[in-house]
């Protein structure tokens, strides 16, 4: 019974290239989000997604990033034109349903030069 | 503004001590209040609490909701090294589903 798995572990990027993270759910599960995490500091929410649809991107920057969920395949978040700022390790979590509990997976480590 | 507070920040023990990690929220749609342990890598899953006042138990963990003063407590005793992790309390539900953490304590348990 395959646990959250996310893609790649470690990523790193030059200032103004693209990053794709990936985040295929636990089996049975539906729903997606995705959370950063900066040093020293909490998971802060990004966005939830429900197969085929954003449910809530209220916590993710309105510019260069963008999430996806789509039928077939896994989730990606998408990180248009990194800047150092972006470095951060990204956790994706899943659950079967909304409100419910979230099960996460190993998270990617993105660090932009 | 939704909020999760955890106490204390860090704390460093001895194997056999017996700790009491705290956390306080605020949370507008407050459903649930869960409990993960981060080492290295995944937020791995303790409790998730919902009735105030029953306490959920597993191994030497235990911990408890009280939503009259909108906290909870996560008791860890006879602690052991491979306790040493950080521990992150998370307030449900925000505005559609997701949770909101606290910065977590990190917990160090000396041989």
């Known amino acids: 019974n395959a646990g959250v798995m996310q893609n790649p572990r470690h990523l790193v990027r030059r200032r103004g290239q693209e990053a794709r993270l990936r985040c295929s759910p636990m089996?049975?599960?539906?729903?997606v989000y995705w959370y950063r995490q900066l040093p020293e500091e909490g998971l802060k929410f990004m966005v939830y997604?429900?197969?085929?649809?954003?449910?809530?991107e209220s916590g993710m920057p309105k510019e260069r990033f963008s999430a996806e969920f789509p039928k077939e395949g896994p989730s990606i978040l998408r990180i248009q034109q990194v800047v150092r700022g972006d470095s951060a390790a990204y956790f994706c979590?899943?659950?079967?349903?909304?409100?419910?509990?979230?099960?996460f997976g190993p998270g990617t480590r993105l660090l932009v030069l | 503004e939704d909020k999760v507070v955890q106490s204390p920040l860090s704390l460093v023990v001895h194997e056999g001590d017996t700790v009491t990690l705290n956390c306080s929220y605020e949370?507008?749609?407050?459903?649930?209040l869960l409990w993960y342990k981060q080492e290295k890598k995944a937020p791995t899953f303790l409790f998730m609490l919902?009735?105030?006042?029953i306490e959920k138990k597993s191994g030497r963990l235990s911990s408890i909701l009280d939503k009259k003063e909108l906290s909870s407590i996560l008791n860890i005793t006879a602690t052991q090294t491979g306790d040493s992790a950080i521990y992150l309390c998370?307030?449900?539900?925000?505005?559609?589903?997701?949770?909101?953490f606290g910065k977590g304590t990190k917990l160090s348990v000396k041989p």
């Open positions: 979590a899943s659950s079967p349903r909304r409100q419910e509990t979230q099960y």
């Open positions: 089996k049975g599960h539906s729903h």
């Open positions: 998370a307030g449900g539900w925000g505005s559609q589903g997701n949770l909101i």
């Open positions: 997604l429900q197969k085929e649809n954003i449910i809530d």
């Open positions: 919902t009735s105030s006042g």
């Open positions: 949370v507008t749609n407050f459903r649930s």
